[in-house]
């Protein structure tokens, strides 16, 4: 199969530190990726056309001229930020926003299929000085329009979010470290599954054998209250799209059903590796790289616990509320995640607030060991990050708050 | 610059990077890429306002639209006096000797030659153990030229390669598990580029992690081996950025001129060694690089200070950050450290974690062994080490001096006493 992959990109970033908007970054890129699959070898390389292919067609070829707007945004987050915290001393918002426009075209097509792509992205930063010490608190946001002054519910509470952080970590502790129960909060907390277990239903690693789940399909793997999906056609979700990179259509795959391993997420390689259909999770960062297996927006349907119970189902655990960072080891199934802060739990009750520390898991062993799952599935809107093989792309992620039965969470 | 005029100081990079990877897995190729790119990078400085943009479309017609809108967008911005070019007399103006740092060669070299090199790394592993399920080798290789060009009247260029040959092989472990690890081998030109011992190193590595497991929570010595040492660095090289003490949000902030490790902590940075991978005579904002020491015995020396940042924290302004870091090695290799630690926790490599910028407490997943007295006792995964980062290299006890010199990063196996493992 003969493939190309015409893409333009613009971008445009604005940045406000100390009051001031004086830093603007704006680019404009175009490229054709081209990939020839002989049975699992894939031959790529790409191109920079000073004219795009006829086939090529971009909805429209420049950002939304809303400079104004954003610089106004970006004031009036700092503005916020300042009345609410007196403690705030310095503001740092960036908005970011990518305008893509795909074309995909292959000897498997009649005819290219076409995409185009918009997010607007949105940071905060505040540093908080009290008693001559420092905490920082962030926040951030994916949005699908133009971020306007006229519709503050799309940004106004990324400051509560940031002040609430940084509050937070005046009051944390280290906590005893060791292997524990974790609830985990609804929405942020769908980095367990995107560490836990998504990285490991990526088809490449299975075809490949490396990956933990390579034996486990149609396997019962945890329990049967526990349904896990990858949909890329969520509505205002970061991961979603009309098609994938390999022009597949996007769909929602059940990769655990009822508790039974029921599919891999596959680009066309491990499709046909495989015998079945691609699920539509061929993905790429840009024209420069080939595609490989991605997640898009990955959450569990939601169960019957309340979060009231299930946190007053734990004697002694942890509440892990916000995260930084995670990675995972595909063969060994160990994850981890940096919790950012949480609390403790003492007696089914949440106590003292817990800052800064980093939690391990095993793969198949933590999706087993997930005994409760709430009734309060949220799709956590902050902007995620998924690196792999070189390339970043923008992920979904959500989750009901669950309950693990045993973590190993970093501690003193 | 033409297009520019005297509309506004400017600072123009080309770049033209040319690349080509080859993955085999299992004796097939799974993937061979080639590519050459070039790109445009402009930035702008408009009555004190500063833009920067980038392109890679060069048509005449495009960049004059592309300098027109950078331009109007630049105006767009509140003034800062901070964001001005490079001062002249910062600015690397040529004449230094060859950085030798550059094999122009690569992009002439075939493809089968380095496909045949890749597949050699492989041979010396494929059916050594009943245990193996995947090895996974490859060869990638990057040519990277700057042209930077400002209207302050700088014009330079360099030009920069280096290729890798890498194998990483994955075994069948306890139960489900399969244990995965590699390693490589990066030089700046093909001809020194070995192929030998890199398939069989990546084989012993993966095949010493089976059985891996938690040991009891307590405080142990650390021994950190030289190829992951760097990841505790980062903290403290992130610390010392200027944008970060600027924003209050270093914990270094402050520091300057103070101990705040171990004697031992003895960093340079020296980006002037020729042939050597990080070196370079200037930085991507134009101005000369100098080497520069970080560390010298536990005493901060510097923070890395550009431009604006120099104008806002009215410091002179040094570098924007490291190029070729060096820390002073003794002659000990890792397995005589080992030796001597009487137990200690082998780290080999770091799962996930993260130090927070703005106090230093860091919590880090990691893996490796239990050592006795040298021996490897026990694979270890599934633990935690926890503390505050500037503690952590006030306990440096110990460097080795098994460093690779082909890397950035020069920094051997280290040493660090009484670290919570949880």
């Known amino acids: ?412 | 610059m033409s297009m520019i005029g005297h509309r506004a100081d400017a600072r123009l990079l080309w770049l033209r990077n040319v690349e080509e990877t080859l993955s085999i897995i299992n004796r097939k190729v799974d993937k061979q890429q080639r590519s050459e790119s070039q790109s445009l990078a402009l930035t702008l400085y408009v009555e004190g306002r500063e833009g920067f943009f980038y392109t890679n479309v060069f048509d005449e017609a495009s960049l004059r639209r592309f300098v027109e809108r950078s331009l109007a967008m630049t105006r767009l911005l509140a003034p800062d006096e901070s964001r001005t070019l490079v001062s002249p007399e910062r600015c690397y103006r040529g004449g230094g000797v060859p950085l030798l740092n550059c094999d122009d060669s690569l992009e002439e070299v075939p493809t089968s030659q380095k496909q045949s090199m890749a597949l050699a790394t492989q041979d010396e592993v494929m059916d050594r153990d009943s245990r193996i399920i995947s090895v996974d080798s490859r060869y990638v290789d990057r040519i990277h030229q700057v042209h930077l060009l400002t209207t302050g009247g700088c014009e330079v260029s360099e030009c920069s390669s280096r290729c890798t040959l890498s194998t990483l092989v994955s075994v069948r472990g306890e139960g489900e598990a399969r244990p995965m690890d590699g390693w490589g081998q990066t030089r700046i030109f093909l001809r020194d580029l070995p192929t030998e011992g890199i398939g069989s190193v990546a084989l012993e590595r993966a095949l010493r992690k089976v059985g891996q497991r938690p040991l009891p929570a307590g405080r142990y010595t650390m021994v950190v081996e030289s190829p992951v040492a760097p990841t505790l660095l980062q903290p403290l090289l992130s610390a010392m950025s200027g944008y970060a003490l600027q924003q209050h949000s270093s914990f270094l902030e402050g520091r300057l001129g103070q101990r705040v490790g171990s004697d031992l902590l003895d960093l340079l940075d020296d980006p002037h060694q020729v042939g050597t991978r990080g070196a370079t005579y200037f930085d991507y904002d134009g101005a000369a690089t100098h080497p520069l020491r970080l560390f010298d015995h536990g005493r901060l020396c510097t923070y890395f200070i550009d431009t604006p940042m120099g104008h806002k924290l009215g410091m002179a302004p040094t570098t924007q950050g490291t190029h070729r870091l060096i820390m002073t090695p003794s002659v000990l290799s890792l397995q005589e450290l080992l030796c001597e630690q009487g137990e200690c926790i082998l780290v080999t490599d770091f799962n996930g974690g993260n130090c927070n910028p703005v106090t230093g407490h860091f919590s880090y997943g990691i893996e490796g062994f239990l050592v006795r007295d040298g021996l490897y006792v026990q694979p270890v995964c599934g633990m935690n080490i926890t503390g505050h980062i500037l503690d952590l290299w006030q306990s440096l006890v110990r460097v080795a001096g098994d460093h690779d010199p082909y890397e950035t990063e020069l920094i051997p196996s280290l040493v660090f006493e009484d670290v919570s493992f949880c």
């Open chain 1, 1 to 412: 199969m003969l493939e190309y992959y015409a893409e333009r990109t613009e971008t445009r970033s604005l940045e406000l530190a100390d009051g001031l908007v004086s830093q603007v970054s704006q680019s404009l890129m175009q490229g054709v990726g081209e990939r020839e699959l002989e049975g699992e070898s894939t031959r790529y390389t790409y191109y920079m056309p000073q004219h795009m292919p006829e086939w090529f067609a971009p909805r429209t070829s420049t950002l939304p001229d809303n400079v104004s707007e954003e610089v106004a945004v970006l004031h009036a987050l700092e503005a916020l930020a300042r009345e609410q915290d007196a403690r705030v001393i310095k503001v740092r918002a960036v908005v970011s926003s990518t305008l893509t426009d795909v074309s995909i075209l292959n000897t498997l097509m009649e005819q290219p299929v076409h995409d185009h792509r918009e997010r607007h992205i949105l940071h905060l930063h505040v540093v908080l000085e009290q008693e001559g010490r420092h905490e920082m608190g962030f926040a951030s946001t994916v949005l699908f329009q133009p971020v306007m002054r006229s519709n503050p519910s799309a940004w106004q509470p990324l400051v509560q979010r940031a002040l609430a952080q940084a509050d937070h970590l005046y009051r944390a502790i280290t906590p005893e470290g060791g292997d524990m129960p974790v609830v985990m909060t609804a929405g942020a907390s769908g980095i367990l599954l995107h560490e836990a277990i998504g990285h490991a239903f990526e088809a490449d690693f299975n075809r490949q054998r490396t990956s933990i789940f390579s034996d486990r399909m149609g396997q019962q793997i945890c329990r049967p209250h526990i349904t896990i999906v990858d949909d890329a056609t969520c509505p205002l979700c970061a991961g979603t799209s009309a098609y994938d990179d390999e022009g597949i259509p996007s769909q929602c795959t059940y990769l655990v059903h009822e508790g039974r391993l029921e599919s891999y997420l596959h680009d066309r390689i491990s499709a046909q590796h495989y015998g079945v259909r691609p699920t539509g999770n061929g993905r790429r960062q840009s024209f420069r790289h080939a595609p490989v297996p991605r997640m898009t927006n990955t959450y569990m349907l939601p169960g019957e616990a309340t979060e009231e119970d299930i946190i007053h189902s734990v004697k002694k655990g942890i509440y892990a509320q916000s995260f930084t960072n995670g990675q995972v080891q595909i063969g060994a199934g160990d994850f981890t995640f940096f919790l950012k802060t949480g609390f403790l739990i003492e007696d089914g009750h949440l106590t003292a607030p817990i800052r800064d520390v980093n939690v391990i898991g095993n793969g198949p062993r933590a999706l087993a060991d997930i005994s409760l799952v709430g009734n309060n599935l949220v799709m956590d809107s902050s902007a995620g990050y998924c690196g792999k093989a070189g390339q970043t792309v923008l992920v979904g992620q959500g989750i009901p708050t669950v309950l693990v039965d045993r973590l190993t969470v970093g501690g003193i």
